[in-house]
């Protein structure tokens, strides 16, 4: 090994190593700016998590053809402690000119319309999805507050409301999510190698394998190759940090050992190659496998994920294997100063003297005297924990409950639900063909918990007309109004006026309207009882679903309610097809690298009870201590993926070092061996890991604090207590029989 490494040219190792460099300098400069850039692709319409083939999508694609692009309803409340006048809603009327002129507005502004007790007024406004909906919605205000409305404060609303909170919460990503994770990985560093230089080094790794993501994934995403959203958008930050921090500390640690052994800093990096690379790729490729499983999701948001997260993984593996070793090859030991290792006698004696008075060796010595009952009651103890995960309720949350803190989408919400009918603004769509609007009509009344049923029409300002039993209502009052003013007439001036009849007709504003229809098929508008987002509204749309597939099983129901019903039916779905493919494609990477059967098997099930008991703990403490609603159904399968895929690397790192070791001493000898070498470099890792992920708490929405929560305990749980002390028992207790059917079954 030594004559082949020392014949390499002196050229080739200066070149090398610069080029690679210099590469990678290239690829933070050129993607750098990137960084900026990338919510620029990003869309974070509810639109754009619905599954493909859902009921509410072929909706929304109709509804594409009655416009001139997709749009999502803002509902702005007016609200006062007295009477809102006449007046008032003339000024909020006279105002929807100029809102229709805001860019991102696209569509008719509905006339507003009063609440029974008459202190509420709602304006639904179309806003455009894809735009910058925070943005528009500040602008729609702008507008309304130019009304000079006295006494009258207003909130804009709905689901165009929520998603421009939601674009808001997500604008935090670009800056203070990656400040906060690098910020706190910087420090990890700082006190797990109490050097000037490494820390510098590895974060200058993931910054580099992320610029190179980033610069990938936003030119795809402006194709229209890849989908991303501001969720992804985090999770490919946090992931990157954190899975090349984590290659780049085995890379360092089998580095730090080779500088021991070896005199020659290209022989201690071919050294460090030879450890490393097997285990970061194994490492890497399960994440990887984890993350493409994703596309066989019905939701867009999972599918979405795969390649994102695929590249930056794939690029902190190339960044670990590539920029970091050029650099310390750079460097040589003086990569580790102030405390430089060195293969002097002395020193070497030193290092070896220290790591057997070490913690892990301690460890390693409580493991191998107490090993049955360590493993035993670890078992036991994870068990308990995962008892309580069924208590974890991932069937959706309301729209008002996504966004943690302050938001006026909420605030205005509940206004409208004190005032209006909770659908109101937010109404079920049904396509319908355009000869069975009448049939569609009464079964959509007979139906409990509807209120209103309108029609997507032209010749109207509102863009709608009321049919069925709303139409009648209408004509009804403004019929009431002419008999009470006929009544009031003297008998002499009551024959010479028009017919009542007529008088009706001219005074319906809805005269001129006329069904709107594309393709033969037109739109209804079914105002709910319930707010939409509510179990109550979901139930209703479910019921409308079956009564109108009695009429015609071409009349498809969509709207804010139905997506969210999809959504729920199709992360269901996902748990169902996607986790026994992670189980399975991870088993078999494992079986390749350790050339065995029981082994892997081993650690894919200690892996999985470790998740079950994070979602355990977690169903207690969203329930019991942090008082969640509930979580998104998508929760349980990213935290799987997440954990399973990424947990399932420290027991990657642990165990190929220790089957080198069993080659070398026998199972029982090497196991101990590789928990003592490996513990510290994998605990610092997981700590790495969990405080990233714990980074993504910053942003205030739930689904990604939930996910910060069970990633980071759960990497945690699993590096200090199934890494730590389970997995090593275990394999202690069995022996050599872990490697069956390999020979190193035999070797004791």
Not at 513 to 526: D, M, S, Y
Request: with cysteine; hydrophobic share 50%; glycine share 8%.
């Amino acid at each position: 090994m030594t004559g082949k490494v020392t014949s390499v040219p002196k050229w080739l190792r200066i070149l090398l190593p610069t080029a690679l460099i210099a590469i990678w300098f290239a690829a933070g400069a050129i993607g750098g700016p990137y960084f900026g850039k990338i919510s620029e692709v990003a869309d974070n319409g509810f639109a754009g998590f619905l599954p493909k083939s859902a009921e509410s999508t072929e909706v929304n694609t109709t509804l594409k053809k009655f416009a001139s692009g997709t749009t999502i309803p803002g509902i702005v409340i007016f609200h006062s402690e007295s009477d809102i006048s006449v007046g008032a809603l003339a000024k909020i009327d006279k105002q929807a000119t100029a809102v229709q002129h805001v860019d991102g507005v696209n569509g008719d502004i509905s006339a507003a319309q009063l609440s029974d007790d008459k202190k509420a007024a709602i304006v639904v406004v179309p806003l455009q999805t894809g735009s910058k909906l925070q943005e528009v919605v500040r602008n729609v205000n702008d507008v309304y507050s130019a009304a000079g409305l006295k006494n009258v404060e207003f909130k804009t609303t709905g689901p165009g409301g929520f998603a421009a909170d939601l674009n808001e919460a997500f604008a935090g990503i670009d800056g203070i999510l990656l400040l906060t994770a690098l910020a706190v990985v910087f420090v990890i560093l700082i006190v797990v190698y109490r050097s000037v230089l490494l820390p510098i080094v590895v974060l200058m790794a993931s910054i580099f394998a992320l610029s190179a993501s980033i610069l990938l994934v936003w030119w795809l995403a402006k194709n229209d190759i890849v989908d991303l959203n501001g969720q992804v958008q985090g999770i490919l930050f946090i992931l990157v940090i954190g899975a090349a921090t984590d290659y780049s500390l085995l890379f360092i640690s089998r580095y730090r050992e080779a500088l021991y052994a070896h005199g020659s800093k290209l022989e201690a990096i071919v050294a460090s190659y030879k450890g490393a690379f097997e285990p970061i790729i194994a490492s890497g490729s399960t994440v990887i496998v984890g993350l493409m499983c994703l596309l066989l999701s019905d939701l867009g948001s999972n599918k979405a994920l795969a390649p994102v997260g695929a590249i930056g993984v794939a690029f902190a593996m190339l960044s670990a294997l590539t920029f970091l070793p050029a650099v310390l090859y750079a460097f040589g030991k003086w990569s580790f100063w102030p405390i430089a290792p060195s293969s002097e006698p002395a020193a070497v004696k030193k290092h070896h003297d220290k790591l057997e008075r070490g913690f892990w060796h301690r460890v390693g010595n409580f493991v191998d005297a107490r090993f049955r009952p360590i493993w035993i009651v670890t078992t036991i103890v994870l068990l308990v924990a995962a008892l309580f995960a069924g208590q974890l309720k991932a069937d959706g949350v309301a729209q008002s409950d996504l966004i943690l803190g302050k938001s006026e989408a909420r605030e205005g919400q509940e206004i409208l639900n004190e005032h209006f009918p909770g659908g109101s603004g937010s109404p079920a769509q049904v396509v319908v063909p355009k000869d069975q609007i009448d049939a569609a009509v009464a079964v959509i009344e007979k139906t409990d918990n509807t209120d209103t049923v309108t029609v997507k029409a032209t010749g109207v300002e509102a863009g709608i007309k009321p049919v069925g039993a709303y139409e009648t209502q209408i004509k009804d009052e403004i019929r009431s109004g002419v008999e009470k003013k006929y009544a009031a007439m003297p008998e002499s001036a009551r024959m010479y006026a028009p017919p009542i009849d007529t008088v009706v007709d001219q005074a319906y504003p809805f005269k001129d309207a006329k069904v709107k229809t594309v393709n033969g098929v037109a739109v209804l508008e079914v105002t709910l009882s319930d707010t939409s987002d509510s179990a109550e509204a979901k139930t209703t749309v479910r019921q409308l679903r079956k009564n109108l597939d009695e009429v015609n099983t071409s009349i498809l129901v969509g709207g804010p309610t139905a997506i969210q019903i999809d959504t729920l039916d199709a992360s269901n779905h996902d748990r169902m097809v996607i986790i026994p493919v992670v189980l399975a494609a991870i088993t078999i990477i494992l079986m390749v690298l350790l050339r065995a059967i029981v082994a892997p098997i081993l650690l894919l099930l200690s892996t999985v009870l470790s998740f079950a008991a994070t979602l355990g703990i977690a169903a207690l403490l969203f329930t019991h201590v942090f008082d969640f609603p509930g979580a998104d159904p998508s929760v349980i399968l990213f935290g799987f993926v997440f954990l399973v895929a990424l947990g399932i690397d420290y027991n990657i790192f642990l165990m190929t070092r220790v089957r080198e070791e069993s080659i070398k001493n026998g199972t029982q000898k090497g196991v101990i061996k590789g928990l003592v070498v490996t513990g510290g470099v994998i605990t610092s890792a997981g700590i790495v890991l969990a405080s990233t992920f714990a980074a993504l708490s910053v942003i205030p929405i739930l689904f990604l604090f939930q996910i910060a929560f069970i990633v980071a305990f759960g990497v945690l749980l699993d590096t200090f207590i199934v890494r730590s002390l389970l997995v090593p028992a275990l394999i202690r207790d069995l022996g050599s029989i872990v490697w069956w059917p390999s020979k190193l079954k035999n070797k004791k």
